[in-house]
């Protein structure tokens, strides 16, 4: 457990770094949740680790080479080369939230986060299909921090143009 992240976010150039450490987090709609007596909004996550993926590992099969080929993590005995964690991610100083789009960009309740950003006053966390949450803060004050062990995963996500393809596990 000497690995665990723990990052804080004070600045965009903090958020950045901190912004490709969760890339490809899966959260669960029920995960996200705003605190507005204590101005605080927080995300559970499931965050593939990809400070610990290696470049030259291969990525996730598409879902027709799956189909094809069967499940990957089952076919000829390979081995997993990634890792997930569950980690929270959470934002203090927040006065208000909008949430755009959440329930149709989620695949069984799942929401693939993109990445965030910081425009002025408003914070965007981007999700895969589409959804959004706009975070009004007062400053810039966040940390992200790994709650456990790592599982393996066969599972690395691929981009594309469009946006995260591939699975998750």
């Known amino acids: 457990m000497a690995d665990l992240l723990k990052l804080r976010a004070r600045d965009a150039r903090d ?6 450490c969760v ?3 899966l959260v669960a709609l029920p995960d996200i949740k705003y605190l507005p007596g204590v101005r605080r909004f927080a995300l559970m996550l499931n965050r593939f680790r990809w400070e610990a993926a290696s470049a030259t590992a291969p990525t996730a099969q598409s879902g027709a080479e799956m189909e094809r080929d069967g499940d990957a993590g089952f076919s000829g005995g390979n081995e997993a080369e990634f ?3 569950h980690a929270v991610l959470i934002f203090e100083r927040v006065r208000a939230v909008k949430r755009k789009g959440l329930e149709q960009a989620a695949t069984a309740g799942v929401l693939s986060l ?6 002025g006053r408003y914070l965007l966390i981007a999700f895969a299909g589409g959804g959004a949450i706009r975070l009004e803060i007062d400053q810039l004050s966040c940390y992200l921090e ?5 599982w393996p995963t066969v599972w690395r996500p691929q981009h ?9 596990a």
């Open 114 to 119: 993109l990445t965030l950003s910081l425009d």
């Open 15 to 20: 958020l950045e770094a901190l912004a490709a």
């Open 160 to 168: 594309t143009d469009d946006g995260p393809v591939g699975g998750a």
């Open 83 to 85: 890792e997930r964690t």
């Open 146 to 150: 790994d709650l456990g062990e790592s």
């Open 23 to 25: 890339q490809d987090a």
